[in-house]
């Protein structure tokens, strides 16, 4: 599996609706609880945001990559104005970690996601300026609750 800005895009393309606009890709680090056979995990990904207020993130196991050259993707959509909490904190290092909680049937899912303005070792040239932008998104659902 490789790690571009032009898979990133191809992916989240495929999952918007209608006239919909991908806002803010940006590659991540998902640590999960109540997900399924998830839970507790950490996993690489994507997440968006798009024009119609959703969340859009894609999940690939890093222990699954060692072994399968085309590793399985989970994808996930999540109305962002439907979060019970959201949290932003930026860490000493310039990274972010974004906690949502979205309600569901049984539990809660609750999402932690972190990224950093730049991604050593792959090619994300418009990582920072995404970043910044998914941050002011969230932030503006967030004063409007």
């Known amino acids: 599996m490789k790690y571009n800005e032009q898979t990133m895009n191809q992916i989240f393309n495929g999952m918007l609706w209608g006239e919909e ?7 991540c680090v998902f640590k999960l609880k109540n997900w399924g056979n998830l839970s507790g995990d950490m996993l ?9 207020g959703w969340l859009l993130i894609v999940m690939y196991s890093p222990l699954e990559q060692v072994f399968n050259e085309d590793p399985t ?5 999540y109305e ?11 860490t000493i290092f310039g990274q972010y970690i ?3 909680v979205f309600p569901a049937e049984k539990k809660d899912i609750k999402i932690r ?8 070792g792959y090619n994300f040239p418009n990582q920072k300026r ?8 969230l932030n503006n659902i967030r004063e409007d609750k």
């Open 130 to 137: 995404n970043l910044e932008k998914m941050v002011e998104i």
């Open 98 to 100: 974004i906690k949502m």
């Open 113 to 120: 996601l972190q990224a950093a303005p730049k991604v050593f």
């Open 73 to 77: 993707q989970t994808y996930a959509t």
């Open 21 to 27: 606009k991908n806002l803010c890709p940006i590659y």
């Open 44 to 52: 690489m990904g994507y997440a968006t945001c798009t024009s119609g």
């Open 80 to 90: 962002i104005a439907l979060a019970k909490s959201l949290k932003i904190r930026k």
